[in-house]
């Protein structure tokens, strides 16, 4: 039972991180948060909360954040709340703001300015006195440096994960290719082919990180197998077609590939017609963003070096991925190759092995 004069926030983002910094945040200032990391867990406190805001973000695994926002505006429950969206894409905060979000704030942002947001929002001010003039600021000096050591906290773990999982990126193409211009470039085709499949998967922040570290399960793929320079028998092959299980496994601890990254990483050798693996998924039962990345990965396969084979042309390689629509490859995904091609073709000319 909370408070009548209690202020309660909803807080829905898979960043642990940035919940427990908004939590604490917003606490300081005698804001009740609500917490939750996916979709199904705040339908489950919003069936017993009605909370006086809601931030949401639009990156959230397993659904889009706008249309979560649109049916927040269509529940009779939900439609008055006010709700501010945050992203770290301006293209995120437009789609959301059409969708009924009240506000919208870039990532990184201050969190004193969402307080701010949501105070004007609610129509209360509980940072009034702590965000006065100077001569009355002791409180809000405070405030402001927990906040600020919150933030930084958060912005080095941040930066943490991104250099283990860098360097986990140059260590994997060293072993596998002697390069990392093979990450470095299907990333870049796979991201160019999501904008023109399904723009709103940019917003999910681990997307990058699943196209770079797709095979990161490979580490675990003896050498005799992995650098095998001809075809693979029944056995080697078996073995080799556990990479996306180990990868999933080896990363699934870490919050920076905990979304779209994860499925991409587990799901990116499934085929449209079923025949894939490891869980033999069809049509849409396949994430989006794994079919996206399998075309991605195809291309790149074909014109690049590879122990067991030599490269095939960019004509080819286009020619027979053209040919895999509607068996091996989604048939909107192979029909946006084509569209974008000469994109991709720049990629594939710029980003080569040095």
Known sequence: ?????????????????????????FELEGIKVLEAHHVIEAERLLADNRPDAI????????????????????????????????????????????????????????????????????????????????????????????????????????????????????????????????????????????LEVRPSLVDDPTLEWGFLLHDVGKIGIPDEVLLKPGPLDAAERACMQQHTVLGEKLVSHIPLLQGAGLRVIRSHHERWDGEGYPDHQAYEEIPPEARIFAVADALDAMTGERPYRTPVSWDEAIAEVTRGRGTQFDPDVVDSLVHCEPDLHSVYTQVQPV
């Open 55 to 194: 931030v949401l973000d639009i990156g959230l695994p397993g659904v889009d954040g706008a249309f979560y926002c649109e049916r927040l505006r269509e529940s009779p429950q939900t439609k008055t709340i006010p709700i501010v969206a945050i992203s770290g894409s301006q293209e995120a905060g437009v789609r959301a703001l059409a969708a009924g979000a009240n506000a919208f704030a870039g990532k990184p942002f201050d969190p004193i300015s969402l307080l701010s947001t949501l105070e004007r929002l609610v129509g209360v001010s509980p940072l009034e006195r702590a965000l006065q003039s100077e001569q009355t600021t002791e409180g809000a000096g405070e405030l402001r440096r927990l906040i600020q050591i919150g933030q930084r906290q958060h912005d080095l773990l941040q930066h943490s994960y991104r250099q283990t999982l860098e360097a986990l990126v140059d260590a994997l193409e060293s072993r596998d290719f002697g390069t990392s211009a093979h990450s470095r470039r299907v990333s870049a085709y796979a991201t160019r082919l999501t």
């Open 1 to 25: 039972m909370r408070d009548s004069d209690e202020i309660q926030v909803l807080v829905v983002d898979d960043d642990l991180a940035l919940c427990e910094l908004l939590r604490t945040t």
